[in-house]
């Protein structure tokens, strides 16, 4: 994929993270988008989310698939290696790579055409699997690149630029997640990098498949009245579940008490989610009836927003004690690029016991 260069310049006095490296260091190729495409402010939401976590770019995987998203791996992380798959492949790649290296930082990007039509079925198996890798879709409910029709994230009610309806139901991939067992589940707005940037520092450090669902409004084809993906009408009807911060376990931090009082006089619950590897995600209830650890909660907090024609944004499930693809294939703990000929290979009286089992 080629793009436009971006100068090289930098400010001498630009803060430097534990690395060394510079926000700047993390950024890609000059975004051919369209001007003010939502996936560009998703794109600076990861480049500040991996500076803040020092993510070495060398030990980044970035994967896609096919549309506009596609695109968004080319614009950060320029050191890092990235690959294009086939159309609604991309979590097939992906999950090849994280077992094949358990020590990667599997940032996989995808859209809503991409994940929930013809790669409907690889992204259950990947959350179902739980590989371990940030799985990011930037959802705006029509295809982009070939002028606009709907995809399966539409709304009913929602209106194309040229006035038709939609009047099939949606997928809601937040609860298409939770239907099939993810281990964290958020949503957030590109137009919310606040909200948006804990919640993928904390999906990039959890164990397993983090499925952020990101409402990404497609300036040139569906940010008008009537579309329920524009960034008027998520703004208008942004409901954030929890209020979610990513705190490293580095950091001497320490909660002594459950919160301040919140704007209507009922005192928030703190709630700390402890994750594998050893962060911490702070979850400040704004109902409480919510728990962001009960995944039934969840859905049902999820669905209730639909019924009322709201957009639940936040982290709004976490499940911080799974099992990861890694922990269930026991794979190995040196990446297979490492591994000696001999540990690869054993010979063929290993491949005839293995081949008995299956007799």
């Known amino acids: 994929m080629t793009s436009i260069a971006k100068p090289i310049a930098t400010h001498p006095r630009l803060k430097t993270n534990s690395l060394g490296l510079t926000i700047r260091d993390y950024e890609g190729g000059m975004s051919t988008l369209c001007a003010g495409c939502g996936h560009d402010s998703v794109t600076a939401a990861i480049v500040q989310a991996a500076w803040e976590l020092a993510l070495p770019p060398h030990r980044a995987a970035k994967m896609s698939g096919i549309g506009c998203s596609s695109k968004t791996t080319a ?19 992906a999950s090849g790579a994280a077992a094949a290296n358990r020590g990667l930082n599997v940032i996989g990007i995808s859209g809503d055409g991409d994940s ?32 606009g029709q709907f995809s399966a994230s539409a709304d009913i009610g929602s209106k194309l630029k040229k006035g038709e309806t939609n009047e099939q139901p949606p997928i809601d991939p937040v609860l298409l997640a939770l239907s099939v067992g993810a281990t964290f589940v958020g949503r957030s707005f590109s137009g919310d990098k606040q909200q948006l940037v804990p919640i993928l520092k904390a999906a990039i450090s959890h164990r397993g498949l983090a499925l952020v669902d990101v409402i990404s409004p497609c300036v040139t084809f569906n940010n008008h009245e009537g579309s329920t993906k524009s960034y008027q009408y998520t703004r208008d009807h942004d409901v954030a579940a929890v209020e979610a911060d990513y705190i490293p376990v ?22 700390v989610v402890q994750l594998h590897d050893g962060g911490t995600v702070r979850l400040r209830s704004t109902s409480p009836d919510y728990d962001p650890t009960d995944r039934a909660s969840a859905h049902q907090h ?17 499940d911080s004690g799974s099992r990861s693809l890694h922990d269930v294939l026991r794979t ?15 010979g063929s009286a290993a491949l005839d ?3 008995k089992r299956f007799r």
Request: hydrophobic share 35%; net charge neutral; with cysteine.
């Open 302 to 318: 999820i669905s209730a927003c639909q019924r009322r024609g709201e957009i639940a944004t936040g982290l709004l499930f976490v």
């Open 353 to 355: 016991s293995l081949m």
């Open 332 to 346: 190995s703990s040196t990446p297979l690029v490492d591994l000696r000929h001999e540990d690869l290979c054993p």
């Open 75 to 93: 614009y950060f992380m320029k050191q890092s290696h990235g690959f294009n798959s086939v159309h609604g492949r991309m979590p097939s790649v």
């Open 116 to 147: 929930l039509s013809i790669g409907l079925g690889q992204l259950t198996h990947a959350i179902r699997r739980n590989t371990n890798m940030l799985y990011v879709i930037e959802n705006n409910g029509v295809y982009g690149l070939t002028k």
């Open 250 to 271: 580095c950091d001497p931090i320490e909660i002594t008490g459950l919160g301040a009082q919140s704007s209507n006089g009922h005192a928030d619950s703190l709630r």
